[in-house]
């Protein structure tokens, strides 16, 4: 059994309402549940958490270390274009992560097209909606667990 903990940036409280026509119009807690579900089914936990302040984040991610976890899912949102120091804190605890996006960053802005995570990721996930959440769970299962299957 692995420990696994789901990490979301700001403004991902409001999903449901924020843009449905961005990024859907399930809602976080929903998404989550969801999530909780499909990593108790693999023999797994989770643990998830969403702050719309940086070093709320960034402490969340040097408890992991503390806590033992074995594997983060983590869907910066508009950090991920800013956040040089959460990804200082995802390089300090070496606890393996994939990053996670609701909407294709590449069909938006520019200014989105740049992730401070992608090159430090096992893999990422772009653009796939809510679905994103149960997939990087799989991938979290197949990384810990090589060869079992998904």
Do not use: K
Request: with cysteine; aromatic share 8%; charged share 15%.
């Amino acid at each position: 059994m692995a420990s696994l903990l789901l990490i979301n940036g700001p403004n991902l409280n409001l999903l449901g309402s924020r843009e449905p026509e961005v990024y859907g119009s399930a809602q976080l807690a929903d998404i989550e549940a969801r999530a909780t579900e499909l990593a108790a089914a693999r023999g797994h936990t989770l643990a998830c958490f969403q702050s719309n302040a940086e070093h709320e984040l960034i402490n969340r991610v040097q408890q992991a270390r503390a806590d033992a976890t074995d594997f983060i899912i983590l869907n910066p949102g508009a950090f991920t274009h800013t956040s040089i120091a959460l990804r200082d804190a995802l390089l300090a605890v070496a606890i393996p992560f994939v990053e996670l996006h609701l909407s294709n960053t590449f069909a938006r802005e520019q200014f989105r097209h740049h992730s401070y995570f992608s090159d430090i990721a096992t893999s990422c996930l772009i653009g796939i909606g809510p679905f994103g959440y149960e997939l990087a769970i799989l991938a979290a299962s197949n990384y810990l667990a090589p060869g079992e299957g998904t």
